[in-house]
């Protein structure tokens, strides 16, 4: 890789990329490789923990007199090295132009995705990193059911989901949690407020996650609170066959922009396009959103071990929105859903005597 690009290094500044090449889980640490060396840049919080993490890696823990930047810098000219690839999306141009001035006998070179694009696949282990995620995050929301008072307010709903999430076993939320009432649900990044309470309309939606041994998971649920009206039970059924059909496309060689469209197509088709205004997933690990996209004209091509979300959604101001994701793996037959939760109509429905009318 490195001869290919006439490079003589490469450094790794992403926390996550860091991680997936180290197993270091701590941050602020560069990994600096040649064909011959891995050394971990880092500073004296983390001395510890990467003996503990990584006890064969070759580490360079800088003295606090020293910046990050300068850290860097002296390391690479310790190499000897020529001409040394970056990760242009982890640095800062400030955090250049001072590694590049106390380094000036490297040429610095941009380099754009290559850690992540090998992150996109995930092996054995991280695949059963994320299940035990999804299982996390499972059993939290099974305890948020379990405890869901209509009194509470969005805010305590989703704390209480937090603490559900360590409960059951995760190190913590993978993002803040949504949890969007009636008409808040029509905007898809909702923050839980203080004022709206769960039982001030018919529906909310939750869409959480669990950070485990790190990866992570990445889920959207629709839970009844009050009634089951038509407009609900129609959108629900839309997104619901949405989200089937684009599962039903994922297999290896599949392109993402026919998986995004497949599911596109089914809320075209019943009149609701205009109102599905985000791509339809993401793949997820040791981050919450990264490739590959399902998108709209997305070219990337799925392969056996991607994980990725599917979350069709139909958004209506005046009344709410509707989003189911799951989390789905790429098999070398097909695809399987790895979350569990059931997704049916009747599934929604908190309280259980609620009449469906159908
Ligand atoms: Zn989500
Ligand atoms: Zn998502």
Redesign the pocket.
């Known amino acids: 890789m490195l001869r290919a690009h006439d490079l003589d290094a490469f450094v790794a500044s992403a926390p996550a990329n860091v991680t997936y090449l180290t197993g270091f889980s701590g941050d602020s640490s560069s990994l600096v490789l040649t064909e011959k060396r891995a050394i971990v840049v880092s500073d004296g919080r983390f001395t510890t923990q990467l003996a503990q993490e990584c006890p064969d890696l070759e580490t360079d823990i800088r003295r606090p007199a020293e910046e990050s930047p300068h850290a860097l810098a002296r390391v690479v000219e310790m190499l000897g090295v020529r001409r040394v690839g970056f990760e242009a999306l982890a640095r800062t141009v400030a955090d250049h132009e001072a590694i590049q001035g106390a380094s000036k006998t490297v040429e610095w070179a941009p380099t754009h995705g290559w850690v992540e694009a090998l992150r996109e696949i995930k092996d054995d282990l991280e695949i059963a990193a994320v299940r035990q995620a999804v299982q996390y995050a499972e059993d939290a929301f099974a305890m948020l059911k379990a405890t869901l008072d209509l009194d509470d307010t969005e805010k305590k709903t989703a704390d209480d989901l937090e603490s559900h999430l360590r409960k059951a076993g995760a190190t913590g939320s993978s993002f803040p949690p949504i949890v969007a009432v009636g008409r808040r649900s029509a905007l898809p990044h909702a923050r839980p407020t203080a004022e709206t309470r769960i039982g001030d309309d018919d529906f909310v939606l939750v869409?959480w996650g669990a950070t485990g041994r790190p990866y992570k998971s990445?889920l959207?649920r629709v839970l009844v609170t009050g009634k089951v009206t038509t407009t609900f039970e129609k959108i629900y059924r839309i997104v619901l066959a949405a989200q089937e059909q684009a599962i039903r496309a994922i297999r290896p060689g599949a392109c993402a922009g026919d998986v995004d469209g497949a599911a596109r197509r089914v809320v075209e088709e019943a009149g609701y396009g205009a109102f599905f205004d985000h791509g339809l997933?993401?793949g997820?690990g040791l981050e919450?959103?990264e490739g590959p996209r399902l998108r709209r004209g997305a070219t990337g091509v799925l392969a056996a071990g991607m994980i990725v979300?599917v979350?069709p959604g139909i958004y209506l101001a005046d009344w709410g929105g509707i989003r189911i994701?799951d989390d789905v793996l790429v098999t070398e037959g097909g695809c399987e859903v790895l979350s569990r939760l059931p997704r049916t109509l009747e599934s929604t429905v908190l309280a259980a005597p609620v009449s469906l009318g159908c």
Request: avoid cysteine.
């Open positions: 869409d990445d959207t997933g993401h997820v919450i959103h979300t979350e994701e």
